[in-house]
């Protein structure tokens, strides 16, 4: 704007110059005839468009004139709007000289306000109060009002409705000692109804694919229960709880025989899946990355992808909640010198005939 302002008071300025040789029976002709182009213009034109440097140039030409004149004057807006455009250019003028001096408290430091956060992140039980006292134990002088005007903007409740436990901390909390079960259903390709029963450990995301079934019965899924308890004996699982659904398939002799064992039997609510999440986006990612692009013969041939899949489901593919790595394999060390990774040499290893991938480093 300060560039449009000095360009347009060079030209106006050129343009005064021009006018002091012309004579007032010139000047007079000339104004008589920009009055007539205005008019013309007012005709032609609804409402004309004013930049800040066209009300600024127009203010500061005729602000010295009186509103009687400026009536007179053949203009395009109103006279008090010009008068008002004045009158903005010297508050802007005066904003711009006199700098307000900033009241009240001082802004906390942002390294107090995420310290506040985090205490009432880490510890539910906490109220506004407990938190100024273990700042004020940390040396950090800090008014109570300004500890709970913080929880406040970033929408953290009081200590009495932070401490009810949802589901998901649940599951964040006890994921050593969760797995979770549960029944799909697979079609073959002649239309033939199959059952898969599988367990997915919540803390290494390691699945087990127990057995697969045309009819499952009680007796079934009670020994597939035993089958169960035998991997995880022979891996030294802590597992405490088992989460499953309320389907009829799991009898009473299947909940008193892993109660007998030491596990817990959650049961989900009615229609809640997401209470068995992990449980149901392991069924969609084998739907997902097998079963959807595999032709299912019988049941032999389901165990046999099954089983595939469950290999490298636990020893290759990555898993986002582990950092990448699969639930039975670490990530290896990175390769961090770049003349090495210039010289990669990466072989794949098909699965089921392609459809699984799995890529190494050649030996």
């Given amino acids: 704007m300060l560039l449009r302002l ?34 013309v213009l007012q005709r032609q ?20 004139l009186p509103l009687e004149k400026l009536r007179r004057l053949v203009l395009l807006v109103r006279p008090d709007t010009v008068l ?27 390294s107090i306000r995420a310290l506040v956060l985090r205490l009432a992140r880490e510890n539910s039980s906490w109220g506004y109060r407990r938190i100024h006292g273990e700042l004020a134990a940390l040396g950090i002088k800090v008014a109570a009002s300004t500890v709970w005007e913080i929880l406040r903007e970033h929408g953290i409740p009081p200590a009495p409705e932070r401490q009810s436990t949802s589901w998901a901390d ?14 799909f259903e ?19 995301r390691r699945v087990r694919i127990l057995g697969a079934t045309a009819h499952p019965t009680a007796d079934w899924i009670v020994q597939l229960g035993r089958n169960l ?42 229609r809640i899946p997401r209470i068995n999440s992990l449980m149901e986006r392991w069924i969609q990612t084998c739907r997902q990355e097998l079963l959807d692009r595999t032709l ?3 049941q032999r041939h389901l165990l046999h992808a099954l089983r595939e899949f469950e290999t490298f489901y636990n020893e290759h593919r990555p898993h986002r909640a582990l ?22 040499e990466v072989r794949r290893r098909d699965r089921l005939g392609g459809t699984l991938h799995e890529y190494r480093h050649a030996a």
């Fill in 186 to 204: 697979v079609r073959t390709l002649a239309g033939a109804r199959l059952y898969v029963f599988a367990v997915i450990e919540h803390a290494t």
């Fill in 323 to 344: 950092d990448q790595a699969a639930p039975l394999r670490l990530l290896p060390d990175p390769i961090n010198p770049p003349a090495h990774v210039r010289q990669l």
């Fill in 6 to 39: 000095a360009y347009l008071a060079a030209t106006n300025t050129f343009a005064l110059l021009r006018l002091l040789p012309m004579s007032g029976r010139e000047k007079d002709i000339e104004i008589l005839a920009l009055r007539h182009q205005l008019l």
């Fill in 84 to 110: 008002r455009w004045h009158r903005d250019l010297l508050k802007r003028r005066h904003a711009a000289t006199c700098v307000p001096k900033r009241r009240g408290r001082p802004p906390t430091v942002r």
């Fill in 170 to 183: 649940f599951l964040r909390s006890q994921a050593e000692a969760l797995l979770a079960c549960d029944l």
């Fill in 229 to 270: 308890l035998m991997d995880l004996e022979d891996a030294g699982s802590r597992a405490g709880f088992l989460i499953r659904d309320r389907d009829s398939k799991f009898t009473a002799a299947f909940d008193t025989l892993l109660t007998d064992a030491g596990l817990e039997i959650v049961t989900t609510g009615i």
């Fill in 296 to 298: 299912i013969w019988n």
């Fill in 45 to 64: 034109v609804g409402r004309p468009v004013y930049t800040d440097t066209d009300r600024a140039v127009l203010a500061g030409l005729l602000h010295r």
